[in-house]
């Protein structure tokens, strides 16, 4: 009887602790469902509309300019298919403005696009130190569309930079005189953008021999572009992620496009946080 017993007190705890695991695992089942899964850094999003301009053909493009006219009518060119840029997703190719700033030794270029009236963004900036033989340039992405730390540098000597003569010259400072619906001939109301591996390919074989090299950090002690605080309302929003906007960031940012609030067709960035209408001609316009 002791040997039944003990068989059957064995048997019983076997039982007990098959359902306390059981039970167990019933109670972390939906604990491990509303665990939040990974998301994709919201920065991953914005890179793909800075995938419309590459700042390695764009530093390129300033050695082949004169001034800074010549700089603007080139990146606006279609000859020169350099900007493929579309922050608005009107499938059209966005302006880009060319606007000067800085002093003395160093001296640089804001390059804005305008959304719609008075919805300016900063692109990029490209920035020039001169030096005894020539100069050192840095184009620097706006971290609101390429992310944190995009810098490509070179140098430009004396004799294949006619830009850097005329850009520490006496003269006035330029600033477009171009701005929304308000277009040079050459450039019209744009051109259809091009589809994106086929511009990344195409710029990809434009710059592969160049010297440019990249870095997380600027070589140039910073000056800041007059332009920097032009970032659009989502851009902003998407560069410094709330909790639910990280959770609803795209896992597949190439198939998606940040959501707006409004049709794009009406400038897809939302509304500038710059404060009144873009000044046509001025140091804080844009283009189309």
């Known amino acids: ?50 995938k419309g301009l590459d700042l390695d053909a764009v530093t390129l493009l300033a050695k082949k300019a004169k001034d800074a006219p010549d700089f603007e009518r080139l990146l606006n060119s279609q000859a020169e298919a350099v900007n493929n840029i579309d922050l608005n997703e ?53 971290p609101s569309l390429y992310g944190p730390g995009s810098y490509h540098h070179s140098s430009f000597g004396l004799t294949d930079a006619l830009l850097v ?20 001939s050459s450039y019209g109301r744009g051109w259809d953008r091009r589809d994106y591996d086929r511009y990344r390919g195409d ?7 160049s010297t440019i090299r990249r870095s997380s950090q600027p070589v140039l002690s910073p000056v800041t572009s007059p332009n920097a605080d032009k970032v659009a309302a989502k851009a902003r929003a998407l560069a410094n992620p709330t909790r639910s906007q990280r959770s609803f960031a795209p896992a597949n940012p190439s198939a998606n496009r940040p959501a707006t609030s409004s049709p794009p067709r009406s400038g897809g960035f939302g509304r500038s946080t710059s404060s009144g209408p873009s000044r046509s001609g001025g140091s804080f316009g844009g283009g189309k």
């Open 203 to 209: 710029m990809s074989s434009r710059t592969a021999n």
């Open 165 to 184: 003569g005329w850009l520490f010259s006496n003269r006035p400072s330029y600033s477009s005189p171009y701005g929304n619906g308000n277009y040079p």
């Open 90 to 142: 009107d499938s059209k190719v966005d302006y880009i403005k060319v606007s000067e700033y800085g002093s003395g030794d160093q001296r640089g270029f804001s390059l804005t696009t305008e959304l719609a009236p008075g919805q300016v963004q900063e692109i990029a900036t490209i920035a020039f130190k001169r030096e005894p033989n020539g100069a050192t340039v840095q184009t620097a992405g706006n």
């Open 1 to 50: 009887m002791n040997y039944l017993a003990k068989i059957g007190a064995a048997m019983f705890a076997l039982v007990i602790a098959f359902s306390m695991m059981s039970q167990c695992g019933r109670q972390s089942e939906p604990q491990a469902a509303r665990a939040p899964q990974p998301a994709q850094p919201a920065e991953i999003t914005l890179r793909e509309f800075s």
